[in-house]
């Protein structure tokens, strides 16, 4: 390993390592409105990409030697002040190579917080430059007493562009948001804004919520954001947004979350691996502003797979990890069942538009390979801000009730009956069988009258029947089908007895195996 040292460490009778607002040139009055000014004159000008340079020794760092350089707890902002929430910085380099500017907010005025060596340790790391205290951070992390009184979890992390990750009470990191997507999946090519100065307010001492404000900025868009936190079983988030863009965007995605799947039931593949799943989320859920509520069932595709669902309206949508049963990942380490699902809520401009799904090929779980954005119809462009509003929530069961049947499996196999003869059988190869499991919040005796509504783009569906699933206490949909080509054909199923809807609908795009051998 690379030795480094850190010619500051070396100081004797070192102050204390707890950060300090910036000297008094640096403190400035802020408030919303001055942050939405800031961001509109900075549409107003040409696009200033940071330099992404940093100090030859962090520049070099490995994967493993930038882990080992750790934020000091005893250095956390507001903890000798015994606040409620806490504040860790992030250390530039390896990936993170654009520093952001971090200001805490009080009584009105901001104070930037200056870059000092004392605040981390750097495990077997040794650096021979100094390093300025005008570096800045890769980013930072709220800390908050989530899970017990007496001890401050990590509750939410902002790091890289502009993405975010919390958690609820009894979960652990798994999918992230991001402020805006630009362009996911567009011919034109994807832009990754990134916010660029962060504006944190100081919490009271008995505070239970705490507000960070950022500044957007990208090539085509600039924001101000405000984003309320309210932790608890589920991390709730507010975000209010203005956006002034550069230029007309092609596809905007509001409320972006971005997760991982390698595979699960229903797209298992020919990964060998000793764990039966692994996915930080195992399906979409959308509910539009008619009522009907819809499951998309995620996949790992063999080529990119963009799929949009229209809206004139909508309540809400997300990525969720229905599946908590630990046995059916049997990881100990990554402990996939307690990964949170996300849910957002729109509370203003979001409009008519379609929710986006992006499934991106993976062969690796480092890698978030799902993004889900929704997109308004109306196209913006220079010189017409456009505010929007939502509520975002982190945690195990974030979804509003229904009293429909929620689907909890879907599993895809052979149509053909093993044993018997391929002539005796009146299938093609390529039938399939969906066995597609609904658990129901009330308790369900009988199956009798209950008919699986079954739809296909093109192609056939035969024998759909239901029965009860005692083992979830729901019901069980089982149909064959018989694909009529190779392009992928959209399905839909959902359970009704006469003309009531017992369950949600369920959506599944089949496409043709992938070849990842």
């Known amino acids: 390993m690379i030795s480094l040292l850190i010619a500051a460490l070396a100081l004797t009778a070192a102050p204390s390592p707890e950060p300090r607002a910036g000297a008094s040139a640096d403190s400035k009055p ?13 549409a107003a000008a040409e696009y200033a990409p940071p330099s992404g340079k940093l100090p030859p020794a962090l520049a070099k760092l490995s994967f493993d030697q930038y882990r080992d350089i750790r934020y000091r707890p005893d250095a956390s902002v507001w903890r000798r002040e015994k606040l409620p929430f806490e504040l860790q910085l992030f250390h530039l380099g390896l990936f993170y190579t654009d520093p952001v500017s971090i200001y805490i907010v009080e009584r009105g005025h901001s104070r ?10 750097f495990g077997a790391n040794q650096i021979t430059e100094p390093l300025p205290d005008t570096l800045g951070f890769a980013g930072f992390r709220i800390h908050y007493p989530l899970n017990r009184k007496d001890y401050h979890d990590e509750l939410i992390a902002f790091l890289g ?3 975010f990750r919390a958690v609820g009470r009894g979960t652990n990191y798994g999918l992230s948001a991001r402020g805006l997507a630009i362009d ?3 011919p034109t090519g994807e832009i990754f804004p990134q916010f660029r100065e962060f504006y944190i307010e100081k919490p009271t001492r008995h505070a239970r919520r705490i507000v960070v404000h950022a500044l957007l900025d990208s090539p085509s868009t600039t924001g101000a954001y ?11 988030m507010r975000v209010t947004a203005t956006l002034f863009p550069r230029r007309t965007v092609e596809r905007l995605g509001l409320a972006p979350l971005t997760s991982m799947h390698l595979y699960g039931k229903n797209d ?5 691996d000793y764990r039966p799943e692994v996915h930080d989320s195992d399906g979409l859920a959308i509910w539009f502003g008619n009522g009907e509520r819809l499951w998309r069932p995620l996949q790992n595709p063999g080529r990119l797979e963009v799929s949009a669902f229209r809206a004139n309206s909508i309540k809400g949508f997300g990525l969720l990890q ?4 630990q046995y059916h990942y049997e990881d100990l380490e990554a402990s996939y069942e307690r990964r949170p699902s996300a849910w957002i809520e729109p509370t203003s401009g979001f409009g008519a538009g379609s929710v986006f799904l992006v499934e991106i090929p993976s062969r690796e779980e480092i890698h978030d390979n799902i993004v889900a954005f929704f997109t308004p119809d109306e196209k913006f462009a220079p010189g017409t801000p456009f505010r929007f509003s939502y509520r975002m929530l982190f945690g195990l069961d974030p979804v509003p009730q229904t009293p429909a049947a929620v689907t909890v499996a879907t599993r895809i196999g052979s149509a053909r009956r093993i044993g018997m003869a391929a002539e005796h059988q009146n299938l093609a190869p390529s039938a399939r069988k969906f066995v597609l499991d609904f658990t129901s919040a009330s308790p369900v005796a009988s199956a009798d009258g209950v008919q699986a509504v079954v739809t296909a783009g093109k192609g056939s569906v035969r024998e759909a029947r239901v029965q009860v699933n005692p083992f979830i206490h729901g019901y069980r949909a089982v149909f064959d089908f018989v694909p009529s080509g190779r392009e992928p054909v959209e399905l839909r199923c959902f359970l009704q ?5 017992l369950s949600e609908t369920w959506s599944y795009r089949l496409s043709q195996p992938r070849e990842d051998g």
């Open 30 to 42: 802020f408030n919303e409105a001055w942050l939405r000014d800031r961001a509109q004159r900075l």
């Open 112 to 121: 930037l917080l200056r870059y000092n060596p004392k605040m981390f340790t």
């Open 161 to 163: 562009a502009s993405y």
């Open 184 to 186: 996911t999946a567009a």
């Open 226 to 236: 405000r984003i309320e936190i309210i932790p608890g079983d589920n991390c709730e």
């Open 268 to 272: 298992r593949g020919n990964f060998d």
């Open 322 to 325: 229905r599946d908590r049963q």
């Open 497 to 501: 007895r006469k003309d009531q809807a």
